[in-house]
């Protein structure tokens, strides 16, 4: 025992929790006898090697708690990345070259580790074993550092939360290995995909947005891909979202999450009851409507009450932060469709790279990417276009050049799409000769699967919302009116819509937060 803690601050730094575990009269998790059968599996079949690293990462002998055959393994793998034989005479020898043959225990010892299996057949199962107990470790580690920060007077709470939850993360992400799949599997699932396709009469693949233009183009928004939506200030990039999340949660009851780092979620709502009531939303703002516009509104309310939308409004989100909440919104409410408004705002949580927001900007836009793919959803990320728009001449149309801050946002982007509104510029009329007037453009300028364009909506300023060209536009008053027929109806369903607190005390019951009482409202009765 004396031998292997003389080397264990070279091995490992979990070693030195080990100890303390073991000085608190407990012993770490352990499987001595499975380390050993591994081990002598590497030593007997040259091909054992390889199945191992098809499980753990290629750096991963802290997964083997016995000091020595932490020294057996790395000595193994070294060989391995070197594409040397790996069997028992070539590891006797490399530990020699190392220094390092009694340190794990000698000529004999290895010898006897060949005895320790008969057949590698189950070797994937036991190195799964020893990732098991090598994360309860690990777990336990980490608890103690928790329990040890929490009770210093001079421990910052939210700086502590966000330390165990990256180390939280990295613990589940970086042991277990993504096995490769085959052809066979994989035509398969294409083939299935391809044939429900066929059978849509849509032909709609992905999340749609309700703009049939740009589905047509996109085929709605593809799971795993990440959107970048970038505009000027006042191009409306928060009204666009709103209007697509209204559209995929109301029109096609697909759950959609909002994570607002610049408006507060009341904001958002308002916003949203403006839309769907056709109410100004400088009159809601102002509480300057009528008793026969507040009835009207309650009404509509309803539609927006049944929308699985979910709003997290937590200021300086970090990237870490998105990503455990978005797993949690996934398993709870089986969200479909993610919105981040807005990028720059984001942060990476971690201090090292404060100063360097090119980096920053790098790491987010690659960890976002990262989490479509992890939960298969689409994300769309807004984002700010730098002021090199306004000093230019003509048009003044975007271009991926002006993406601000860093170029890895248009390559880490399945899509990048710009809001363009001409009519911002003066430009009232378009080269086809068309009105600008009130239109908003898409430009599609990158779409890694899919061919560019550009799509023409309706922006519709005081109702702060975008809609298809060949909507019939309807006036506030005319749309009250056109829907009278809703006033009988006195039956309003308790919301689904949540409303997530930016307090660090989030609390949620099981049907969700009771916006009027946590937010209030225009009038106590509002159903929401």
Partial sequence: ???????????????????????????????????????????????????????????????????????????????????????????????????????????????????????????????????????????????????????????????????????????????????????????????????????????????????????????????????????????????????????????????????????????LVKRLISGETRIDSERLRKGDISLSEMEFLRIKAQKLSAAPIYIDDTPGLSVSELRTKARKLKAKHGVELIIIDYLQLMSTGDKQNSGNRVQEISIITRTIKEVAKELNVPIIALSQLSRSVETRGGDKKPLLSDLRESGSIEQDADIVSFIYRPDYYGLHKSSDNEDNHNIGEIIIAKHRNGSLATVRLRFVSEFALFENLDSHYLSDSEFIQSDNQLKANKDFDQSPMVVLSSKINEKEDENGTDFAKQNGSLEDNIPF
């Fill in 1 to 267: 025992m004396e031998k292997a803690v003389s080397v264990k601050s070279r091995i490992s730094n979990k070693n030195t929790t080990q100890s303390n575990l073991l000085m608190n009269g407990k012993i770490p998790p352990q499987a001595i006898d499975i380390e050993q059968a591994v081990l002598g599996a590497i030593l007997l079949d040259k091909e054992a090697i390889s199945g191992v690293n098809e499980v753990l990462s290629l750096t991963a002998s802290d997964v083997f708690y016995d000091p020595k055959h932490q020294i057996i393994y790395t000595a193994a793998n070294d060989l391995y990345k070197k594409s040397q034989p790996v069997d028992l005479i070539t590891i006797v020898n490399k530990l020699k070259e190392n220094k390092e043959l009694e340190l794990a225990g000698g000529v004999v010892y290895l010898s006897q580790l060949t005895h320790r299996i008969a057949s590698t057949s189950n070797l994937e199962y036991y190195v799964r074993i020893l990732v098991e107990k090598y994360m309860l470790r690990e777990l336990a580690k980490i608890s103690s550092n928790i329990n040890e920060k929490a009770f210093n007077d001079s421990t910052d709470v939210f700086e502590l939360l966000n330390t165990a939850e990256k180390e939280l993360f990295q613990l589940s992400e970086m042991n277990m290995k993504k096995k490769f799949e085959n052809m066979k599997d994989l035509l398969k699932i294409a083939v299935e995909e391809i044939e429900t396709a066929s059978k849509s009469t849509d032909h709609y693949t992905g999340i749609p947005t309700g703009f049939e233009k740009l589905d047509k183009i996109t085929s709605g928004w593809q799971r795993s891909d990440l959107i970048v939506l970038a505009a000027r200030p006042g191009m409306g990039k928060t009204a666009f979202v709103l209007s697509m999340a209204r559209n995929s949660a109301v029109d096609f009851n697909y759950p959609v999450a909002i994570f607002s780092l610049e408006m507060s979620s009341v904001q």
